[in-house]
């Protein structure tokens, strides 16, 4: 097949193919490429008898690299392998897929060479000329081009028991990602071997193109025999709906003899965008190729058709207005510049249970700062990291900067990553298929992070989230897509980031407990919400919330002698506690004045702690350390039974001192 169109293509005058073009360069310079593998060996320090050092990856390290190139393992075992199946069935070779850095990931294939403890192919070892020594895969990643090296050419004498054919994996935007290697123990036809390599790589390669490309865009398969078009060995370029090249396969560089990145298709084929459009897509079309050479196209719609209207701006003779042209306003119309120069306009009304950006702080310069920042941060693409003590009002303030956001209108979803059970927060993120796994709903779920598409995703205490989820999820983020559990599709995401927590992330990197890579990639704008004994207005902050409750539930205004003591409080609830004090109090009070009685009693007993610390500090050479349920009897029996007194000189609040006079009047 692969000479019956070489043959064709010189008939036809095209450009000659990679094979036809490069097999002579590689007899003739494949020795000098062994050779200048054996010379970076022995400055490696190797000698022939070294034994292979494969630097096998631990258990749980493999598990992460496996699942950050699942998209090329599944490309590989489902949509190019079983093209080969027959052929591999009745042959004793291994298929090796390994990362850029030579980490073998998976083998298929049953070897007739040994156990893999002798041959050390198996998932975790590394293939590179500094461990290994000459050989396909490690030499492969370091030329950049297949190779394939025999039996004597491995440069350690442990490794001569086999061949090995390996040609490297490119992705949509020519970075190599990856090798793909064929060993066996030499009984295989071996130009026969070292050529179905490099066409697995190139099947490889244009499956990612498509699995990339394909939902948005239109896709062309050229070659010069028409029932060769959807061959692996076809040229493949990718077009916006412009016509403008946005993605090619190597074949098609190759095969053209140029630079095709961002040309447009009337540059390469005597054919206009309209027409590649209307033309039925079933047909294969005979196209002129830079004038000369002559092609047969396949054209590939997009998956989903996109609708369009029309732009008359977008047109080759159209000419903006200039700005010095006055613009006539009246009241029905306002300036579309100006309009986008309204920073943060929310189109919506915020819902009665978000808080105001403007009434987030109310006097302290550090929370109106990192407020000011954090808006601003909202309409870029950076991520926010929150640290902050729990109850800080750490979700409070996301759904204020979210519901006061160009995303306003889209959903705000909210994951606290320590409340899903481990074993679930997976499936709970990135969704499923149905029958995934047991237990899994009949519908499967579209997950988390999915729902929260063109909105904002929340993951507060993420210090919390397994490290199994946390490669998923750089993943996710890397490359702005989900893949649910038990499926092999791909779903795109345009999310706003925020995530939360209430540990030390940098030492929790330290300690091995999470990842160092996902820490700079949620770290965009790193902002410390203050706890609230710390804020200069909690004063301020304390009224406020006190009238927010009291439009929810009719309650008493508060007295400046309780404003001071809650401002005493040290609040180690923080927003929540003061919350939850207000709203106790309120209720007790049934809209009488609320005292200090109507505050429940964990309210004092923080207090209680601050004043014993405080009068141990003011008195410490006393040496006393008398108990409260001591303290308080003495001392109402000294002032008589006054409580305001006795609660002065212990410190403590006159609750308190009920409660301790109660306990001493029941034991006596």
């Not at 079933?282 to 209207?309: D, E, T």
């Not at 080759?316 to 010095?324: F, I, L, R």
């Not at 992330?505 to 091995?512: A, F, M, N, P, S």
């Not at 401002?567 to 919350?579: D, F, I």
Request: include cysteine; proline fraction near 5%; aromatic fraction near 6%.
């Amino acid at each position: 097949m692969q000479d019956e169109e070489e043959q064709q293509q010189k008939t036809a005058g095209a450009p000659v193919g990679i094979d036809a073009e490069c097999d002579t360069s590689l007899t003739q310079t494949h020795k000098d490429r062994i050779q200048a593998s054996w010379y970076r060996c022995e400055q490696f320090g190797l000698d022939h008898s070294s034994r292979p050092d494969f630097a096998t990856l631990p258990k749980g390290t493999l598990s992460d690299l496996m699942d950050q190139h699942r998209s090329l393992l599944e490309t590989t075992e489902n949509e190019v392998l079983p093209y080969y199946e027959n052929i591999l069935s009745n042959s004793a070779c291994m298929i090796v897929l390994a990362d850029r850095q030579g980490h073998v990931l998976n083998t298929w294939g049953q070897p007739r060479f040994g156990s893999a403890e002798e041959h050390g192919l198996i998932g975790g070892n590394q293939w590179t000329e500094m461990g290994v020594g000459t050989n396909a895969i490690g030499t492969a990643l370091i030329t950049g081009e297949a190779i394939q090296v025999g039996r004597d050419e491995h440069f350690l004498r442990a490794n001569r028991f086999m061949v090995g054919s390996a040609s490297p994996i490119y992705n949509a935007k020519n970075d190599l990602v990856g090798v793909l290697d064929i060993s066996s123990d030499a009984y295989l036809p071996q130009d026969h071997t070292f050529g179905m390599v490099k066409l697995m790589s190139l099947s490889v390669e244009n499956r990612l193109i498509f699995s990339a490309f394909q939902q948005e865009h239109f896709i062309l398969s050229f070659n010069t025999n028409v029932v060769s078009l959807d061959s692996h060995w076809s040229g493949i370029l990718v077009l916006d709906e412009n016509g403008t090249i946005v993605s090619a396969n190597r074949r098609a560089e190759v095969v053209l003899a140029r630079d095709l990145a961002l040309l447009n298709i009337n540059q390469i084929f005597d054919i206009e965008m309209r027409e590649i459009k209307h033309h039925p897509f079933s047909l294969p079309m005979k196209l002129i190729a830079m004038g000369r050479y002559q092609f047969y196209v396949k054209v590939i719609p997009p998956v989903q058709q996109i609708m369009r209207v029309p732009d008359f701006r977008q047109r080759a003779d159209y000419v903006a207005p200039s700005q010095a042209e006055p613009m006539v306003i009246n009241e029905e119309t306002l300036p579309i510049e100006k309009m986008s120069k309204v920073e943060n306009t929310v189109l919506i009304n915020i819902p009665d249970n978000v808080i105001p950006l403007a009434e987030l702080q109310h006097g302290d310069e550090r929370v109106e700062r990192l407020v000011r920042q954090s808006h601003k941060i909202m309409e870029k693409d950076i991520p926010i990291l929150i640290h902050g003590e729990t109850g800080a009002g750490k979700e409070i303030f996301v759904r204020s900067l979210h519901y006061h956001s160009s995303r306003a209108k889209e959903m705000l979803v909210a994951v606290n990553c320590a409340a899903i059970p481990a074993e679930l927060v997976e499936s709970e993120l990135f969704g499923y298929e149905k029958g995934a796994f047991t237990g899994a709903q009949n519908r499967g779920s579209i997950g988390l992070i999915r729902r929260a598409h063109r909105g904002t995703l929340f993951l507060d205490e993420i210090g919390e989230m397994p490290m199994a989820v946390q490669s998923r999820l750089l993943r996710v983020l890397q490359e702005r897509v989900v893949t649910p559990l038990g499926s092999t599709d791909v779903y795109p995401v345009d999310i706003k980031l925020i995530s939360a927590t209430n540990r030390t992330l940098k030492e929790e990197v330290k300690e091995g407990r999470f990842r160092q890579d996902l820490y700079y990639r949620i770290s965009g704008l790193n902002i410390e919400l203050p706890a609230l004994r710390e804020r200069s207005d909690k004063a301020e902050l304390i009224q406020y919330l006190h009238n927010r409750l009291r439009k929810e539930e009719p309650g008493p205004a508060l007295s400046q002698a309780m404003v001071n003591l809650l401002v005493k409080h040290p609040w180690p609830g923080n927003m929540r506690q003061l919350a939850h004090v207000l709203k106790v109090g309120m209720a007790m009070a049934d809209e009488e004045v609320l005292e200090d009685w109507h505050l429940p009693d964990d309210f004092f007993d923080d207090l209680d702690a601050i004043g014993q610390s405080a009068m141990a500090e003011s008195s410490p050479t006393t040496g006393q350390n008398e108990p409260l349920e001591r303290l308080i009897p003495r001392l109402l029996n000294e002032f008589k039974g006054n409580v305001s007194q006795t609660a002065k000189t212990a410190g403590v609040s006159r609750n308190t001192v009920y409660k301790y006079g109660k306990l001493k009047d029941e034991s006596e």
